[in-house]
């Protein structure tokens, strides 16, 4: 490709609207422009580096027995009524309506739709299993999009989904896919990491998360620093522990004045006491109504683990009016004697005697609070979020806590849809059975920002060899002198010639612009040739990673890239 | 790929909803299903037929000088407001609010998104000229979805959009692009005419439609038997031509009864006069108000030419009570004497005199109507369809009639688009001047189906080869026989490592039912295998479109296969 030629519009500012590395340089290296919150077109440097993803993902997804097909974008309300996700979906599900005032959706997500499909066209145990993928565009309505691809409203997704005939069948699948994924985001080049997770509104009974190590990731991945175990920090289990709280005597409740403080800090030195002394109560409201919810002071609520806890479809925390109108009381004083709502509390609580706690009044807070006699709980749970000083739930160990970006996420489904859409075949016995789904999703286009994340340098973007939009940046530095240019252009078909993506920078601009440029664009290697490299029969060779700089003499020059190329390929066995 | 893991549900009946060949060929082998009205699923067969289209479509733009970019689907109404398109799209634009109640519509075509684009990253004549294209799936929200993956709502479009310092420039592209379809579609291997269009709601000055001949096409391609001359008949110009009815003397007016009379050939019947000197007065409703047409009895209108004549946006036949209320008559008593409406006559009329029309009075019509003494015309035009009888416009020879299925578009825009939102460049002057446009469409995923109505018989689909979803079907017929099967299973490794596209029937099904499968999906080459063939060392190979057969030695089978696949890739210069 000639540079000059190309839509390929770099920005040496920093747009203002981008907050993380890979948006910035998104837009820097010109791969996006936005259209609209969270809408974004690819330029054709973008849409390169989307489909080196797209073909590594479909190489291993057929390589693993999954089969490739395409589904529409624009979804019969029907099947989500079916499935019952039509009711609890929420605003991400963009809705509308056609010419005939006919519900449909824009798919954020295709079970129903496969489930429909295979329903109608399975009927027995010799066609089973299934494995059947789709790359796609997808949409959901996120109320604040951002981070430019990570987190976009329309974006591409390849979206899996198997069939089995039954559990064991599926676990085998789960494997499979499983595999696959660890082949496919290490052929990316990326360092990633994969953790137990909350299966979220998807359903099913058990799933994995494919995080890519960045620190500017949305979610928290927890991990033992001795053992394998590692999970999402909205699942990450904590046992329940005995309190390390002294036993002693229970003592009377009292009433005590606590004017103007509210926070658990605020209570625990004012009532010259230490946090975990401190019950904090936190009121939620869900759509079976509202709640609270107890924990030690220095503790933090996982709401996905109490969604999942309550059973509930939503689940936010009560605003002000609903605190006071509950409490009588302003924000900072609630409590749970007398209050008169389904009280739950963390394990973390343990046997923690005479606690303080916001007397449900403005001002007051009491102290000797204890449980069983002074309040009734409905139930314990493992509520809050795993911190530092937890230990790892399966071996004792320490904890450590990175942030990650969600590429991929495997789910072991279950009979959630098949149940629900009545997907049926027939076992070796002629008995009717419910197939066994699993579903397994890559956020494509995430993958390309992710990969800027853990790949960049002041200057800009180092692409893996395996992303890289092109494999060769050839720059010729003497744009005016009909030499170089002619040995440019030679070496440009050669290079081409031999199956080496190449761009070629054929603008009559200052070297500096095209190295600046070339650096922003992150080709992972650099030719340069002039009339002093030229003089030696060579051209200067630079690793855009290691700013390594070699001559390479002409004649070898394609097979020196070929080599080098090859080498860069990321092929695990 | 085994066939036994593939999901490919053929049918054995034709489905009850499929009209036309290509709509029961694509349900019967298996390569699409209806997921809801004029919306598809593409089974994996499906899928890869469209992506040998895909696959043609990009070699050839890429080779043609355009780029390739993905734009989003889902489009702010914002730009169509700017484009002014918001207003007159139709109903066929799905539109709809996301969740901050912000207008959208799923873009059936992308011209205001990539003028937006280019007016925010072009600036000097430097970066011109630019051409761009994608793949993608479009929406229209079609008021009667039919034939399948001819006319559905959801379907895969290349749309390319290019943007020139001038119309001389422009011209150019123009003709590069037309030239690229020309041999995208004779690549695809279908029979097809390129025709002089009309250029609809796109707009612009000057546009071809590339036609697939096929007796189920909905458009009709008049064609001269003895010039270059093509067009759609929508498009089809008539000269306008001398009466051929014989000079006369103005007869005076006369009222006569004609009970029950209402065609043109009951009044000519009637009336003892030909068809040709009856006045057919039809009255249209458009977004201006309602018009009356007259025409000579015998011609049909041609409602593109009216709508286009007229410039408004919306045109249709005038309903029963439109017509009762201007005329005081029932329908087929309309006639333009005393008509209060704008009356338009067709070229067709010439110098007709003493015609027969309407009374505007239930069972009556007026004899001896003439022009300027009994009627005022606002203009005589070219309104009317071509017909057999029409000479060619071009060389006055004979025209005949085709039935064609629209595949390619191809415009000349001008400036609709670049005024409307202001995408200007800097010249070599320095003069900020408005970019010249032109549009280039495919129908992807209606090429399959054209495809299929072109290459079929009684017994299914004959893909040409490079459009074949698998080139050769590998078939041993005695499934039980374990000889058999190894020599099978290893020559489908060989056939497969040389780097042909393969289907292995290992089914245990009866040879019949694997021969008639296997001629429906339309694999060009079938290769047989059983104890009989292998006996001689060979295996039997049969040609799907010629049904010839050959024996072919297994130890020369792999080069035959090869040899003949190439001879089969079309290939234009």
């Given at each position: 490709m000639y540079y000059s030629k190309m839509l390929l519009p770099t920005l040496k500012e920093t747009p203002a609207e981008a907050e993380t590395v890979s948006h910035q340089l998104l837009l820097r290296a010109g791969m996006i422009r936005k259209l609209t919150s969270g809408i974004y077109d690819y330029l054709p440097l973008g849409l390169m580096v989307l489909r080196k993803v797209e073909a590594i993902v479909r190489e291993e997804m057929n390589c693993a027995g999954a089969q490739e097909l395409l589904l529409p974008a624009v979804q019969p309300a029907e099947l989500w009524q079916e499935s019952g996700r039509w009711q609890i979906y929420g605003k991400e599900l963009l809705r509308f309506q056609d010419r005939h005032d006919r519900d449909y959706c824009f798919g954020p997500t295709h079970e129903e739709v496969i489930t429909d499909l295979v329903r109608r066209e399975v009927h027995s145990y010799r066609q089973l299993p299934l494995n059947l993928y789709q790359i796609q565009t997808k949409f959901r309505d996120e109320i604040r999009p951002r981070f430019g691809l990570i987190r976009g409203r329309e974006f591409i997704m390849k979206d899996g989904y198997s069939f089995d005939i039954d559990e064991a069948g599926a676990d085998q699948t789960y494997r499979a896919m499983y595999d696959a994924y660890t082949r496919i985001f290490s052929r990316c080049g990326l360092r990633f990491k994969t953790v137990e997770a909350d299966s979220g509104p998807i359903g099913g009974s058990f799933s994995h998360e494919f995080m890519v190590l960045?620190?500017?990731?949305?979610d928290v991945v927890v991990s033992c620093t001795a053992c394998a175990y590692a999970a999402n920090l909205e699942k990450a289990e904590i046992l329940p522990t005995e309190s390390s709280l002294p036993v002693e005597p229970l003592l009377p409740l009292e009433k005590v004045h606590t004017p103007g403080v509210r926070s658990v800090s605020e209570v625990a030195d004012f009532l010259q006491t230490t946090p975990d002394r401190v019950l904090k109560t936190m009121i939620y409201q869900t759509d079976e109504g509202a709640v609270a919810v107890l924990l030690r002071g220095d503790h933090e609520v996982n709401e996905v683990k109490l969604k999942n806890f309550l059973q509930v479809s939503e689940l936010f925390l009560a605003p002000e009016e609903v605190i006071r109108q509950e409490t009588n009381a302003a924000v900072g004083f609630a409590g749970p004697v007398g209050l008169n709502l389904p009280i739950y509390a963390d394990y973390g609580l343990g046997s923690a005697v005479n606690l303080v706690a916001g007397a449900n009044e403005n001002d007051y807070h009491i102290i000797n609070v204890n449980f069983d006699r002074d309040l009734v709980v409905k139930g314990f749970a493992d509520l809050r979020q795993a911190s530092n000083s937890d230990p790892c739930p399966r071996c004792g160990a320490a904890l450590e806590f990175l942030r990650g970006i969600e590429v991929g996420h495997v789910f072991k489904l279950g009979y959630k849809y098949s149940k629900a859409l009545k997907a049926t075949f027939l076992d070796d016995q002629g008995r009717e059975q419910y197939m066994f789904m699993g579903c397994y999703g890559i956020g494509v286009s995430r993958i390309v920002a992710a990969a800027i994340e853990q790949n960049h340098d002041l200057d800009g973007i180092i692409f893996p060899m395996p992303l890289a939009p092109f494999q060769v940046l050839l720059v010729p530095i003497a744009a005016n002198d009909v030499d170089t240019m002619a040995v440019a252009s030679r070496l440009y078909q050669e290079i081409r010639a031999a199956g080496i993506e190449v761009l070629f920078d054929d603008r009559n601009e200052r070297p500096g612009i095209k190295f600046k440029d070339g650096d922003l664009l992150g080709i992972p290697v650099r030719v340069v040739l002039g009339p002093k490299t030229l003089a030696q029969g060579a051209a200067e060779v630079r690793q855009r990673r290691s700013r390594a700089v070699q001559l390479i003499p002409l004649a070898s020059l394609v097979a020196y890239l070929q080599d080098h190329i090859q080498a860069e390929m990321i092929r695990p066995t």
């Open positions: 960045a620190e500017t990731g949305e």
